[in-house]
């Protein structure tokens, strides 16, 4: 997996860095190497964020009496693209597997991405169609599938695609393909 490693002390970091290193993740942060926490400041491209990362680990001591930190701003870009936020504690790794939470964390995004594009798509349903909306993603590809309950035609179908597509774009304004296919249930 992609990782974009997340920490206000560089310490928490490095313990978790050599673990996730160990298990064969890609690992990267956002520091500039100058002490600042921001890669992509003075070069957009350089932002962790500009190529895809699978999940962002926030190594944060569970109880640790320190404020949040500018340090760990990486964790809210993440939130902005739409990448799943996970929190370890250095000191007491958690029993769950990584994969486990990072798809945790996927599902739940892929469910706000479900839920934007049904209340767009409800307004222009036919009186009697149901609608259910099924969301997929692959780094920056996002693909919906939009099961209708009755029938539509072609001129409602292309219109419920230019909704759906538009409520992905309303809940993620990074995502690069936006993939929407309509279909009817066999009645």
Do not use: K, W
């Not at 590809?141 to 909704?163: E, F, H, K, P, W």
């Amino acid at each position: 997996m992609r990782i974009l490693l997340v920490a206000s002390r560089p310490h928490d970091a490095s313990a978790i860095e050599a673990t996730l290193l160990d298990e064969g993740h890609t690992v990267t942060t956002c520091t500039d190497g100058r002490g600042g926490p921001c890669r992509g400041l003075h070069d957009f491209d350089e932002c962790p964020l500009e190529a895809s990362v699978d999940v962002a680990v926030v190594a944060r001591a569970v109880g640790a009496d320190d404020e949040r930190s500018l340090a760990e701003m990486g964790a809210v870009c993440a939130v902005r693209h739409r990448v799943g936020v996970i929190e370890l504690d250095p000191h007491h790794p958690s029993d769950r597997s990584l994969y486990d939470m990072a798809d945790e964390a996927e599902r739940a995004q892929c469910e706000l991405y479900e839920s934007t594009v049904a209340a767009m798509i409800e307004p222009i349903l036919p009186a009697g169609v149901g609608a259910t909306a099924n969301v997929a993603r692959l780094d920056r590809d996002v693909r919906v599938s939009v099961l209708l309950s009755g029938y539509t035609d072609a001129l409602q179908n292309a219109a419920i695609a230019d909704r759906a597509r538009a409520g992905v774009r309303r809940h993620d304004r990074f995502a690069r393909v936006i993939d929407v296919t309509v279909v009817q249930s066999a009645c």
